[in-house]
T-cell receptor, first 115, second 117 residues
Framework: DAKTTQPPSMDCAEGRAANLPCNHSTISGNEYVYWYRQIHSQGPQYIIH???NNETNEMASLIITEDRKSSTLILPHATLRDTAVYYC????????????????FGQGTILTVHP | DAGVIQSPRHEVTEMGQEVTLRCKPISGHDYLFWYRQTMMRGLELLIYFNNNVPIDDSGMPEDRFSAKMPNASFSTLKIQPSEPRDSAVYFCASSFVYDTRNTGELFFGEGSRLTVL
């Protein structure tokens, strides 16, 4: 699986948008970009994923550059409960998503949301 | 559904003892993953199964570690003999390839915190 690079830490004010960047310059055509987060002492939690189009769900938005070498996770209105470690992961999936490669976590970005 | 269930939540043992961690995946899921998390090494994938068959065990640190999945609703991770450097939080996760949202999302348990003295 391609490696990702994320800043080790970021801060954000409560109520503001949190924009978390990720570089994955060696991503392959069959690799998706996934984002998970881990709130202290809990298991990681899925946030969102995408292949090449921008994606949005109830938790966040994912913006993937046209060349797919980087992406940004956007939490539109960060709250104190969004303080967590955010992991950007690239993962193999076949067409139609009927099989997936292993999910390998890096060091992630520690996001701290301040009041 | 109750989610992925792990036991024990906490275990303290002495070096040389056998440790068995247990995991019950979400019913109907066909993938099961074991991860280990430490401050130094972060989250490491140890092994994963598909339909009860081990697919990739390249992350298992050494022969002291073994994992089994005798049926679709139960898996164990065993450490024998245990060493202080095995102290970590061990997470189990499961997923279902054919989920309706097509995400391959992993659902994690709450983890088993192991301390080896």
């Amino acid at each position: 699986d391609a490696k990702t690079t994320q800043p080790p830490s970021m801060d954000c004010a409560e109520g503001r948008a949190a924009n978390l960047p990720c570089n994955h310059s060696t991503i392959s055509g069959n690799e998706y970009v996934y984002w998970y987060r881990q709130i202290h002492s809990q298991g990681p939690q899925y946030i969102i994923h995408g292949l090449k189009n921008n994606e949005t769900n109830e938790m966040a938005s994912l913006i993937i550059t046209e060349d797919r070498k980087s992406s940004t996770l956007i939490l539109p209105h960060a709250t104190l409960r969004d303080t967590a470690v955010y992991y950007c992961i690239v993962r193999v999936a076949n067409a139609g998503g009927t099989s997936y490669g292993k999910l390998t976590f890096g060091q992630g970005t520690i996001l701290t949301v301040h009041p | 559904d109750a989610g992925v269930i792990q036991s024990p939540r906490h275990e303290v043992t002495e070096m040389g003892q056998e440790v068995t961690l247990r995991c019950k995946p979400i019913s109907g899921h066909d993938y099961l993953f074991w991860y280990r998390q430490t401050m130094m090494r972060g989250l490491e994938l140890l092994i994963y199964f598909n339909n009860n068959v081990p697919i990739d065990d390249s992350g298992m640190p050494e022969d002291r570690f073994s994992a089994k999945m005798p049926n679709a609703s139960f898996s164990t991770l065993k450490i024998q003999p245990s060493e202080p450097r095995d102290s970590a939080v061990y997470f189990c996760a499961s997923s279902f390839v054919y989920d309706t949202r097509n995400t391959g999302e992993l659902f994690f348990g709450e983890g088993s915190r192991l301390t080896v003295l």
